[in-house]
């Protein structure tokens, strides 16, 4: 499955080297870490409209690149996925 990891470059709350490692960590082929640089932990509650607006063009941008695939690239992942599960065994 696709997947997605956003993180405030200057977040206060969470270490972005756990999200850094959660994104090395993740088994999908088709990963994407974001970092902003001088926003906080909140991305969508407590930036400026202008980082908001960012972080919410980045997120719709990596969902529609992903739509235009359709049910035969989710099907490729799975495959994948489910072979590097049965070559681990």
Do not use: C
Not at 19 to 46: C, F, I, N
């Amino acid at each position: 499955m696709p997947f997605l990891v956003l993180h405030g470059d200057d977040d206060k709350v969470t270490d972005k080297a756990v999200s850094q490692e959660l994104y090395k960590v993740a088994l999908s082929a088709d990963k994407t870490l974001k970092l902003y640089p001088g926003m906080w932990h909140g991305l969508l509650t407590g930036e400026t409209p202008e980082n908001i607006e960012i972080v919410f063009a980045d997120v719709i941008s990596w969902l529609e690149k992903r739509s235009d695939y359709g049910n035969d690239r989710f099907e490729s992942e799975l495959k994948q996925r489910n072979d590097r599960l049965n070559f681990k065994k």
